[in-house]
Nanobody, 119 residues
Framework: VQLQAYGGGLVQAGGSLRLSCAAS????????MGWFRQAPGKERELVVV???????YYSNSVKGRFTISRGNARNTVYLQMNSLKPEDTAVYYC??????????????WGQGTQVTVSS
């Protein structure tokens, strides 16, 4: 199983970015997918988790601004990030797991993509 995250970059506050996570080696449509982020000096935190039945959880810090979607035909999950804030600056990681436990651990991780939001 491989996950490749990309699409990060530098954006001004209020701007938008779309992250992508391409998955291979798994039955994509049946896996629970998630995005996490880790800012310098902070612990990794959950941004959003998306289960195969469509159940989705967003952290309060991104609710209403970020949207996760799944492109089954391309084995890709997307994270659309709007109204970005400087506090969204972090390395963003995608993750996948075969378990459907919404807040369960993730077995597979991508390499991370840097998002920097300037004020």
């Amino acid at each position: 199983v491989q996950l490749q995250a990309y699409g990060g970059g530098l954006v001004q506050a209020g701007g938008s970015l779309r992250l992508s996570c391409a998955a291979s080696g798994l039955t994509f449509s049946t896996y629970r997918m998630g995005w996490f982020r880790q800012a310098p000096g902070k612990e990794r935190e959950l941004v959003v988790v998306f289960r195969s039945d469509g159940t989705t959880y967003y952290s309060n810090s991104v609710k209403g601004r970020f949207t996760i979607s799944r492109g089954n035909a391309r084995n890709t999950v997307y994270l659309q990030m709007n109204s970005l804030k400087p506090e969204d600056t972090a390395v963003y990681y995608c993750a996948a797991d075969a378990s459907d436990i919404l807040f369960g651990p993730f077995k597979y991780w991508g390499q991370g993509t840097q998002v920097t939001v300037s004020s």
